[in-house]
DNA sequence: ACATCTACCTGGAGGC
DNA sequence: TGCCTCCAGGTAGATG
């Protein structure tokens, strides 16, 4: 599934097809994604030039004149470059058509995805306005992780996932890095001491930059914006592996449950 | 403010 | 073969 460098995989594959074009057909096949695609989106982006696109935590931003077009992958979703009339799939619910002939297809089996329509300052909308720091930027560094967990009971694991501490971290990486860091998923994070803070940090941040430069990926499902399978899945430390060798020690990875998802752990490296 | 849980959705895997 | 159940996952929104 699309985590923060499938989404940062995808944005740098269809920016170049997108940026400069001129939209002449929005097609809405299914509009039932987490929330309604709007209706007016045809009216509203025919004959508008695209001025550039960005990425926000796991959205990508399409930006024109008069507003900017938000997209959501979900946990499914996947968009391709087309640049031939192609017979839609049962899930490709959106197409957005430029006047080069070049075609924007959103392609969604589960639907948790997005498409919407914003007018004005994007980071004011209200699916962005709380985001926590990118976790590539200086902004998130060891001193923040400190502060923020400082008398924060919850779990180090469920902390780096949630949004408003920073964004863009799904439960493959979470996993992984913790793995990286020598840290359990359960500890609380409260109890993490400042060198941990920085060295949790910096696997993160290298983590995250590997994969993006592998190409993104991580889900079987997930097809980049050339049509192509992502392979970040063949360097997994402990995700997905429970009762499997850690391929460090030799002990059996752990599998236990927080908040309704499943983390992996090695009990003899990560403390 | 924080912690915990639920809902949304489909396809794939495993059991029988 | 088919039917059933479980699982995967991001994240908003509700509830405690």
């Known amino acids: ?33 987490r929330w309604p695609i709007p209706q007016s989106l045809p009216v509203l982006l025919r004959g508008h030039r695209v001025r ?27 968009l391709r470059i087309l640049t031939a009339v192609t017979a839609p799939d049962k ?18 089996p589960r639907r948790f995805g997005a ?45 780096i996932m949630d949004n408003h501490a920073v964004v863009g971290i799904g439960n493959i990486y979470a996993n992984e890095a913790l793995f990286r860091a020598g840290i359990r998923p359960q500890l609380s994070a409260g109890k993490l001491s400042r060198p941990r803070c920085a060295k949790l940090v910096a696997v993160i941040r290298a983590t995250l930059s590997e994969s993006i430069a592998l190409g993104g990926s991580s889900l079987r499902d997930y097809v980049d914006s050339d049509g192509k399978q992502g392979y970040f899945q063949q360097h997994y430390w402990v995700y997905g592996r429970g009762n499997e060798a850690c391929k460090k020690c030799g002990a059996p990875i752990r599998q236990i449950k927080q908040g309704q998802r499943s983390s992996f752990y090695c009990p003899i490296c990560q403390n």
Not at 52 to 61: H, P
């Open 52 to 78: 550039n696109l960005q990425r926000r935590a796991k959205y990508l931003l399409v930006h024109f004149d008069h507003g900017t077009l938000i997209l959501h992958l979900g946990m499914s979703g996947s």
């Open 91 to 108: 899930h490709d619910h959106f197409d957005l058509v430029l006047n080069n002939g070049v075609i924007m297809r959103l392609r969604d």
């Open 115 to 159: 498409v919407l329509w914003h007018e004005g300052e994007v980071s004011e909308h209200p699916l962005l306005v709380k985001l926590g720091p990118e976790p590539l930027q200086e902004e998130f560094n060891g001193e923040y992780l400190y502060r923020i967990t400082r008398s924060r009971n919850t779990a180090i694991k469920l902390l």
């Open 1 to 33: 599934m699309p985590e923060l460098p499938e989404v940062e995989t995808t944005l740098r594959g269809i920016a170049p097809h997108l940026t400069g074009h001129v939209v002449s057909n929005i097609i809405i096949r299914n509009a039932q994604l």
